[in-house]
């Protein structure tokens, strides 16, 4: 695992899965489950999220017991209503505050982005190196922030709460009261194309265009 920058004290860092989200434009389901180069797209993320942190979970709402083959903890969001990527980063918060000894951070991905890079982990962690402990690191690429993609200090779990249950949905709204760093990845190229490292299939079309990507790498 790549250690933490100075900013973050050595503090552990949890992996954590997105897989709460409804799916609707992919027509329901778990996106994560979808199968590209015969294996689901949910394990393209884990490989290359797993060497970077302390240990990997899941958070999804549901059967749990869909994501069994992968062996990690599986947990649901922990407040009601599908309120939107905030209350899955609340919900590592919470496992994380529960499972593990210190103080640490969380990092967020989601499971549809199976091309995260290999070292979003520290780069993000680089990023809050000279900034105060409760900031929160954000990553970008192309000019646009990938606001589920972050790295998050659990010691703010009641302050997102608290945020969450006052009606606060946009991520934005909330990492700015405690300092935004935003962290800008360049793509990269691979089989003659210029990819976007955090390019996500949110569609039909955007899967097809994934499995295209991944046989290109």
């Known amino acids: 695992m790549n250690m933490p920058a100075q900013g973050t004290r050595q503090r552990s860092i949890t992996g954590v899965l997105l897989a709460g989200g409804q799916s609707r434009r992919m027509g329901g389901g778990d996106k994560g489950l979808l199968e590209?180069?015969?294996?689901?797209?949910?394990?393209h993320v884990l490989s290359r999220l797993k060497p970077q942190v302390n240990q990997v979970v899941i958070n999804a709402n549901g059967d749990a017991t869909r994501f069994e083959s992968f062996g990690l903890p599986v947990f649901a969001d922990t407040i009601e209503g599908h309120v939107g990527p905030l209350a899955g980063v609340l919900a590592g918060m919470r496992w994380?505050?529960?499972?593990?000894?210190?103080?640490?951070?969380?990092v967020t991905v989601?499971?549809?982005a199976p091309l995260i890079p290999m070292n979003l982990v520290q780069r993000l962690a680089d990023g809050l190196k000279h900034n105060r402990e409760t900031a929160i690191a954000l990553a970008s690429s192309g000019g646009n922030v990938h606001p589920v993609i972050g790295l998050w200090p659990v010691e703010l779990a009641d302050d997102l709460e608290s945020a969450l249950r006052e009606g606060v949905r946009k991520v934005r709204h909330w990492t700015d009261r405690h300092g935004?760093?935003?962290v800008d990845f360049e793509y990269v190229q691979a089989g003659g194309r210029t990819i976007d490292p955090f390019f996500n299939a949110n569609t039909p079309d955007e899967l097809e265009e994934v499995r295209v990507?991944?046989?290109a790498l």
Request: net charge negative; glycine share 10%.
């Open 180 to 182: 935004t760093v935003i």
């Open 110 to 112: 989601s499971t549809d």
């Open 96 to 106: 994380s505050a529960a499972n593990v000894a210190d103080d640490g951070l969380i």
């Open 36 to 43: 590209i180069a015969g294996k689901p797209m949910l394990a």
């Open 213 to 215: 990507i991944l046989g």
